[in-house]
């Protein structure tokens, strides 16, 4: 089975910076992503790692370390619009061709002024 | 462009009572995926679809029906509403080539609460 962990909540204040941690237990590794989720809203894609290093996508990076079996979402300069629920998701074993992710609880990210 | 569109957004059921929601991609993707969404357990996998024609069960199946109507198409059946399928329901398509990131495209999310 796969299992991901990651904090329920985590706070900052704007024009902060924070990082919100993944660790996942998986029998077959692929890659781990993240999505972004505003309240009553779809999950959006943010990013996705396959291999170890740091992906930057403007304000937004995330990490992966195979070895470690975790990763993180790395939020630069926050802006109020950045309080939302970050997923990580990990792209596990392919059964039969298919692509099966799993999602992680969620992190509720609270921006204050 | 419309992307995955869910319909209905919001229902209320009654204890018994049958429904289907309806998920359309236009997108040509041929994976399709059937997602609930608890507070405080993330999403969880109910039914996916590889391709036209196929699906097969996820982490939660249990008192849910599915149909890979066409390649545009999923649609996922409660044939019995519990108070438990009380959910937020997401369906999500995902594409091939690119990157190959795996990314999954949500619908905007379907709301049922069964009374």
């Known amino acids: 089975g796969q299992s991901l962990e990651q904090p329920s909540e985590v706070t900052a204040v704007e024009g902060a910076i924070v990082q919100i941690n993944c660790t996942y237990q998986?029998?077959?590794?692929?890659?781990l992503s993240w999505y972004q989720q505003h309240d009553g809203g779809a999950p959006t894609f943010l990013s996705y790692?396959?291999?170890?290093g740091l992906e930057e996508t403007g304000r937004f990076s995330s990490f992966l370390s195979r070895s470690d079996s975790y990763g993180y979402l790395l939020l630069q300069e926050l802006q109020m619009k950045d309080s939302a629920s970050y997923f990580c998701?990990?792209?596990?074993?392919?059964?039969?061709?298919?692509?099966?992710?799993?999602f992680g609880r969620g992190t509720s990210l609270i921006v204050h002024p | 462009n419309a992307g995955v569109t869910q319909t209905p957004k919001f229902q209320v059921l009654k204890t018994g009572q049958s429904m289907t929601l309806q998920c359309a991609q236009d997108?040509?993707?041929?994976?399709m995926y059937w997602y609930r969404q608890d507070p405080g357990m993330g999403l969880r996998l109910i039914y996916y679809?590889?391709?036209?024609?196929?699906?097969d069960k996820g982490e939660v199946p249990n008192g849910y029906n599915v149909s890979r109507l066409n390649k545009r198409e999923f649609s996922l059946r409660l044939e019995s509403a519990a108070p438990s399928q009380t959910s937020v329901y997401f369906c999500?398509?995902?594409?091939?080539?690119?990157?190959?990131?795996?990314?999954?495209?949500f619908g905007e999310g379907s709301r049922l609460t069964v009374l």
């Open positions: 999500a398509s995902r594409g091939e080539g690119g990157r190959n990131t795996g990314e999954l495209f």
């Open positions: 998701a990990v792209r596990d074993a392919v059964t039969g061709g298919s692509y099966i992710p799993t």
């Open positions: 997108m040509n993707h041929n994976s």
């Open positions: 679809s590889a391709s036209e024609g196929t699906t």
């Open positions: 998986t029998s077959g590794f692929y890659g």
């Open positions: 790692n396959a291999l170890d």
